[in-house]
């Protein structure tokens, strides 16, 4: 059998490597000890248990990763021509990974909710209370950006704590500027209706030397003229994403640090080497994790091992998806045309993330999940 080693086990890297298990042997690296996803940030802040039934689960839960192997670790560095990768452990240890085929999955660093810091269960439930518990304490609280992240952010903490006063400042007339018109226009009528103060116009200034990596208390400024505003917590969800990709040669990426693939997702020039996810410059909004070329990517390392002509990735020019993530009432997803699906809340726990996403799409999870406390 070839050997698949998948740097970065997150969205995309579990997903590519529960699928490829039974064609190859697999190779899994992450710094993290199960798949914490960067997704649903409105919902993890504000509700983490939840939060973490669905997106904090760890690697052995998965049936899909039964075969495949995982190690624990940093990467730190590749070597082209000889076909490995080099691992410095959890336990202190370094080790290389020898492959056929690479895929490099290692996504973006965003805000204090996905660093790629070594973790183990325990770092990951200490973060995610800590973030959890600094915003319950907050009797008002800023949130600047204007993306899903951002958006998410404003609509969960003041649905969560309706006694907060929550204010979210963004520098266009919209937000959600790479969603269709219509989300953005369903979003803000709900943002309104659980009490958001909305600031149009307002761009942030960044404080000096800070890397939008955690949640502040100083009074935020305005390069767009604006009085100051202050809270007692201000989060910053600005989309400051950077590609995860110091242990890559300057010879893979391009001028943003990103990964350069063909639309076939090879990284041109190395015969098997892939990218996948947000590390990789597919698109101009990197969508091949939320438009689910994983599937697509298996295909075509298969198909290189045996000499097969590739198909290529067709990216979305719209982000699409759900916004706010599950509330009370339901779960609302949109369409790349801004069209809304809702989902009643009755079937989100019984039939979407059972049978959809947990038999579906993992094929499979067992209930260990560790506990947040
Ligand atoms: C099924 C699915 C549904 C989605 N739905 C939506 C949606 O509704 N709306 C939406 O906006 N988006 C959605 N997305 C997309 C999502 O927002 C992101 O695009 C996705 O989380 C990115 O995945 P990734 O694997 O590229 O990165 P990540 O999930 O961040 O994975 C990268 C992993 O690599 C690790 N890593 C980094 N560096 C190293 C290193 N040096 N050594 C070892 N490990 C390292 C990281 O810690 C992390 O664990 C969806 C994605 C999927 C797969």
């Avoid at 590519?16 to 960067?38: C, N």
């Avoid at 979210?168 to 369903?186: D, I, T």
């Avoid at 200034?205 to 009085?227: A, L, N, Y």
């Avoid at 809304?340 to 993330?353: T, V």
Wanted: charged share 25%; net charge positive; hydrophobic share 40%.
């Amino acid at each position: 059998m070839r050997r698949v080693v998948i740097a970065g086990l997150g969205d995309s890297g579990v997903l590519t490597a529960i699928k490829l298990a039974r064609h190859a042997d697999v190779v899994g690296i992450s710094v993290k000890p199960g798949l914490v996803s960067g997704q649903e940030l409105g919902w993890r802040l504000s509700r983490p248990r939840d939060w973490a039934r669905h997106n904090w689960i760890p690697f052995e839960s998965f049936r899909g990763l039964d075969r495949v192997q995982t190690v624990h670790g940093t990467l730190t560095g590749v070597d082209l021509a000889a076909r490995k990768v080099f691992v410095e452990r959890a336990d202190g240890l370094t080790q290389s990974e020898p492959y056929d085929a690479l895929v490099i999955s290692t996504g973006v660093t965003n805000g204090f909710w996905r660093q790629a810091s070594l973790q183990g269960p325990a770092d990951v439930a200490a973060d995610l209370r800590a973030a959890h518990e600094r915003l319950e304490a907050a009797r008002s609280v800023i949130v600047i950006g204007g993306g899903a992240a951002a958006v998410s952010s404003a609509a969960n903490v003041a649905r969560t704590w309706p006694d907060k006063r929550v204010g979210l400042y963004f520098p266009g007339e919209r937000g959600l500027v790479h969603h269709h018109a219509r989300v953005w226009e369903r979003v803000r009528r709900q943002l309104v209706e659980f009490g958001v103060e909305l600031h149009p116009g307002h761009r942030a200034v960044i404080p000096d030397g800070f890397d939008c990596d955690g949640i502040t208390d100083e009074p935020v400024q305005f390069s767009t003229g604006q009085p100051t505003a202050s809270s007692e917590a201000v989060l910053w969800a600005i989309g400051r994403v950077r590609p995860n990709t110091e242990w890559l040669p300057a010879e893979l990426l391009d001028e943003h640090g990103f990964v350069r693939v063909t639309p076939e997702l090879r990284v041109p020039g190395h015969r098997g080497v892939f990218a996948i996810g947000d590390v990789a410059a597919t698109d101009p909004l990197r969508t091949s994790a939320r438009n689910r070329a994983d599937g697509l990517l298996v295909r075509n390392i298969l198909a290189e091992f045996s000499n097969r002509p590739l198909r290529s990735f067709r990216p979305a020019h719209r982000r699409w998806g759900s916004v706010l993530g599950i509330q009370p009432d339901g779960l609302e997803v949109f369409a790349p045309n801004g069209k809304a699906f809702r989902f009643p809340a009755w079937s989100f726990e019984r039939l979407l993330m059972s049978w959809v996403v947990r038999r579906g799409i993992y094929r499979g999870v067992r209930e260990n999940q560790p506990p947040l406390t």
